[in-house]
């Protein structure tokens, strides 16, 4: 009971980030385009996120003539879910869910998140809608490959795959630097993962309308939504723990967090969107033989270590 108590509150936890940082992007980026963001509704605009999201939930819901209803509602649903149900991995010493596969329950929420994207394309019956999921497919899978080869190359460094040994291995030097490469690698994979700018193709608003979320509006759009900005909080806390060496017990852990969930929305507001095909290039033809060496290289190095120690 305290366990599922736990879960919640962290949920809800999740959910308030979610709304600053919606606000901070949208300050960011108004810092950037030089103009003004959102600063009416509460003290330099505080509330906004939280009037958005009752105008959002209050809309009427839209309902597309020919889609396929039952799945066209659920998959927003089981999109926020998934983003919700990966937070358990986050190796929390307050009585919460301590996996020690943690690694392995992380790239199963991660291959399943493709599938809410996938069936909302499918269920809108709208050839844009189609186009934007099977974009978001093809780009998720090939993304995941060289995700989960790097973090092989984590685990081999470390040893297991408790996300715990990452903060107990880092104490006198970060992986950042060991391994810099591959963490900006981690990094950009990161980025087409989540379908941020500039692997935002899923979400062409020039070609595709609005890509697989075309026919969604009110309470659909707004887990979608949610969805994709707790997936970025994650990866931006997976981040810092694999590489930048804090634990969630840590302060400098949320400091490092909003770092990364910065240079997140930094890029957004800085790089132009990728063209398709060079998005797959750089995922088959760049990262992956990357990865792939890397993978080779520090397992070699953890075999000659453990040849050195039996010595």
């Excluded at 149900?85 to 919460?96: E, H, K, M, N």
């Excluded at 978001?136 to 408790?162: H, K, N, P, R």
């Amino acid at each position: 009971m305290v366990m599922i108590v736990d879960y919640l509150l962290m949920i809800i936890c999740v959910l308030v980030s979610v709304a600053f940082v919606t606000l901070l992007e949208r300050h960011i980026l108004a810092c950037i385009q030089i103009r003004k963001g959102p600063g009416i509704v509460g003290f330099k605009g505080l509330l906004q996120p939280f009037a958005d999201a009752v105008k959002l939930f209050t809309k009427e819901q839209a309902l597309p003539m020919m889609c396929n209803y039952l799945v066209y509602f659920f998959s927003p649903v089981f999109s926020l879910a998934v983003s919700l149900l990966v937070w358990v991995v986050i190796p929390y010493s307050i009585g919460l869910v301590n996996f020690n596969t943690g690694v392995l329950f992380f790239l199963c929420c991660m291959s399943v998140g493709v599938y809410p994207t996938m069936s909302a394309g499918w269920s809108s019956n709208c050839k844009y809608s189609m186009l934007g999921s099977l974009r978001a497919v093809a780009q998720t899978i090939s993304y995941e490959v060289s995700l989960a080869l790097i973090m092989l190359s984590f685990i081999f460094l470390v040893g297991g795959y408790d996300l715990g040994l990452f903060e107990d291995y880092q104490h006198g030097i970060w992986l950042f630097w060991f391994t810099l490469p591959l963490s900006v690698t981690w990094f950009v994979s990161c980025l087409a993962e989540t379908n941020r700018t500039p692997f935002d193709l899923a979400e062409g608003e020039s070609e595709l309308v609005s890509g697989f979320n075309t026919e969604y509006g009110s309470g659909g759009f707004a887990l979608i939504f949610l969805s994709e900005y707790a997936s970025i909080l994650f990866m931006s806390a997976l981040f810092v723990i694999l590489v930048l060496g804090s634990g969630p017990c840590s302060l400098f852990f949320y400091f490092k967090l909003v770092l990364i969930a910065f240079v997140f929305i930094w890029v957004r507001g800085t790089l132009p969107r990728f063209r398709y095909d060079k998005l797959m290039s750089l995922a088959w033809k760049s990262y992956l033989p990357v990865s792939l060496n890397y993978l080779v290289f520090y397992m070699g190095l953890k075999l000659f270590s453990l040849g050195l120690l039996l010595m």
